[in-house]
């Protein structure tokens, strides 16, 4: 039941979606100082920690298979802000802030305020969503980017004829999704695939719109060589190939307990309507689709349908999967549409006049309990930020290792972790060697391959970055931290008459050169 505009006023509409962006926010900046930054998001930081020209350079290398443009707007956010991880990892919780926003603007209008927020706080406390909000990294970036596509989107079918402003701003937020993530030609081509639709059930001419979208592709194709590179840097992954079994997990993410008790919401609001009804008459609001609302249905199935054309993607003979639950992240926004639109119908109710108050005492319901959603949902998650317990830096493995003793770390994790932490960083030392990396586990390869690309783009800050060969051919005494997996050292020294072994506790082994 929508509220009289006389007190639900435009203004005061803003003020459930920015209570849950106000607790986004807090969510992600406690816990972006209480977690350990991790390999992935050191990826992002030494990038754009450095001058402008090299975080351009790294882009065109095997240090992150993505377009440039995260790592652009990056740079000036982070030399504002803090150079540190931390400034980063808030550049993508303002990023999942901005999507929220974005997308009450879009539902709002077709559905009202009560479904709009009930869909969103789902959404907002999504932990997929959350934990992507807390890294340093360009996914949820890519997310708001998409919102603001399906915004231009909504107001673009909204006129007959949309004015070339509105198109080249559509342009240019397509051109943005495809130089943030590759992933961005299959939810450009769903927002493609709603204006074709819209169009045809509205028999219009959809050229513009569509050309709109082209052109926005366009961008790309400078970046084409450097694309083939990360085409092949992905061939190294370890993505595996999807099963019906992961597709079916995946999908079972959405159903999280939140979602359960809006269903349980949902339920019992169309329960409590149908009963006044049969008690005390009224009827259904009878109800087409509203203004605005098929644009956006329209869009839906394409927009969940993108994890099912990704994963028939992967099933490809010598493809590349790239089915992983953050690169179709912004699939979610589908979801809350869908939220959104199943909670509308379940409020919609019209009494007859003369039972104005149980009307009113229906709407009260329904925002009083939607309060109460929100309320608790932002408590919990300021909540469960104060509570985390703040991540401890592994013991620094060369505090019980005496001398000055290099000490090889074959987990490139492990590495970047000491690397980053640990006041004697310059003790550890990752090998080089490609030919081991390709006999390791899964991203073995992929791992040397960035390894080498952090060395060759950032040279005076992976100093300890160097060649298998030449490393041991100058080596006279080491130790190796070996991690079960990783062959380096049963490669390279347990069959090479050069060394002798000796087995430490954790892993540690010592290995000197025997004496000519």
């Known amino acids: 039941m929508r509220l009289s505009r006389a007190w639900w006023r435009p203004t005061s509409q803003w003020f459930l979606p920015a209570l849950l962006a106000a607790a986004v926010t807090a969510h992600c900046a406690i816990l972006a100082g209480k977690r350990l930054v991790w390999a992935d998001e050191l990826l992002s930081w030494y990038p754009v920690s450095g001058s402008f020209g090299a975080m351009?350079?790294?882009?065109?290398?095997?240090?992150?298979?993505?377009p440039p443009l995260y790592f652009i707007l990056a740079w000036p956010w982070t030399h504002l802000l803090g150079n540190s991880p931390i400034a980063l990892r808030l550049f993508s919780g303002l990023a999942t802030v901005a999507a929220i926003l974005l997308m009450f603007a879009v539902l709002r209008r077709v559905y009202g305020v009560l479904p709009s927020i009930l869909a969103l706080t789902v959404t907002a406390v999504d932990p997929n969503l959350l934990y992507q909000s807390e890294q340093a990294r360009f996914h949820t970036f890519f997310v708001a980017e998409v919102a603001i596509a399906?915004?231009?989107?909504q107001k673009i079918l909204a006129r007959r004829s949309p004015s070339f402003r509105l198109l080249a701003l559509n342009t240019a937020i397509h051109?943005?999704?495809?130089?943030?993530?590759?992933?961005?030609?299959?939810?450009?081509?769903?927002?493609?695939?709603?204006v074709l639709l819209y169009s045809l059930i509205r028999r219009r001419s959809p050229v513009r719109p569509c050309l709109s979208i082209v052109l926005g592709w366009v961008v790309l194709l400078p970046w084409i060589p450097i694309l083939l590179t990360h085409i092949e840097m992905s061939k190294l992954g370890w993505i595996p190939v999807p099963t019906l079994a992961i597709l079916r997990t995946y999908f079972e993410g959405y159903i999280t307990s939140d979602f359960r008790f809006f269903a349980k919401i949902v339920v019992a609001f169309a329960a409590v309507a149908a009963m006044t009804t049969l008690f005390w008459g009224g009827r259904w609001r009878l109800e087409g689709f509203r203004r605005r609302e098929i644009s956006l249905l329209v869009l839906l199935p394409a927009l969940l349908g993108i994890p099912f054309a990704i994963y028939v993607m992967s099933l490809r003979s010598g493809g590349n999967s790239i089915f992983h639950e953050r690169y179709m992240l912004a699939s979610i926004l589908g979801w809350t549409i869908l939220l959104a639109h199943v909670a509308h119908r379940a409020l919609l109710m019209r009494h007859r006049r003369d039972l104005r108050d149980l009307t009113l005492a229906l709407t009260a319901a329904q925002i009083i309990v939607t309060l109460a959603f929100v309320g608790d949902n932002v408590r919990r998650m300021v909540k469960t930020a104060r509570h985390a317990a703040a991540e401890a830096v592994p013991p620094d493995v060369v505090r019980d290792l005496p001398g000055l003793e290099p000490i090889v770390i074959e987990h490139v994790h492990e590495f970047l972790t000491w690397h980053f932490y640990s006041p004697q960083r310059s003790r550890y030392l990752?090998?080089?060697?490609?030919?081991?990396?390709?006999?390791?586990?899964?991203?073995g390869p992929l791992n040397h391959a960035i390894m080498g690309a952090l060395k060759r783009r950032f040279p005076s800050q992976f100093a300890e970055v160097v060649p298998s060969?030449?490393?041991?051919?100058?080596?006279?005494?080491?130790?190796?931290?070996?991690?079960?997996?990783?062959?380096?050292?049963?490669?390279?020294?347990?069959?090479?008459?050069?060394?002798?072994i000796d087995t430490l506790p954790d892993n540690l082994l010592h290995v000197r050169r025997k004496s000519q």
Request: proline content about 5%; overall charge negative; cysteine-free.
């Open 56 to 66: 351009l350079g790294a882009t065109t290398d095997t240090i992150n298979s993505a």
């Open 150 to 153: 399906i915004l231009i989107y």
């Open 175 to 194: 051109a943005g999704m495809m130089l943030t993530s590759y992933v961005a030609l299959f939810y450009s081509t769903a927002i493609l695939v709603g």
């Open 430 to 443: 990752f090998v080089l060697d490609p030919e081991v990396g390709s006999k390791e586990m899964a991203g």
């Open 469 to 500: 060969d030449e490393f041991l051919r100058t080596a006279s005494s080491f130790y190796v931290r070996h991690s079960p997996g990783y062959q380096w050292s049963p490669v390279r020294l347990q069959q090479n008459p050069a060394f002798e």
